[in-house]
């Protein structure tokens, strides 16, 4: 039982940043590029790549290569008491909407 009171605290605490929280919701819409991600949130790759990190560490995050680069996506399979979070991020599809998509474009899986 304190083990997952534990597990529970370090998720919480991972979403109670706000880049990774917009993080979230970005992915929320669709898979994105670590470039993209950037892109969006006005910081250096390798800021962003370590917020990616620990929430793929978290088995919050999916990872999928695609030649050369990385896409990033939701894990489905993620805690229901992560998930239950999602509903009420804003949408982010205006921020995706202007991507220069400089990674290529992407193909459906």
Do not use: F
């Not at 605290?9 to 979230?24: F, N, P, V």
């Not at 790759?45 to 680069?69: D, F, I, Y």
């Amino acid at each position: 039982m304190e083990q997952r009171i534990q597990e529970m605290a370090e998720a919480y605490k991972l979403l109670a940043d706000k880049t990774r929280l917009t993080i979230i919701a970005l992915l929320q819409e669709h898979e994105l590029c670590v470039c993209d991600i950037t892109d969006i949130i006005g910081m250096s790759q390798p800021n962003a790549s370590q917020h990616l990190r620990k929430l793929k560490a978290a088995g919050l995050l999916n990872e999928k290569k695609k030649g050369q680069w990385v896409y990033y996506s939701l894990n489905p399979d993620a805690e229901a008491y992560v998930q239950c979070v999602y509903p009420y991020l804003p949408s982010m599809k205006d921020k995706i909407a202007g991507l220069n998509n400089c990674c290529g474009p992407q193909e459906e899986a």
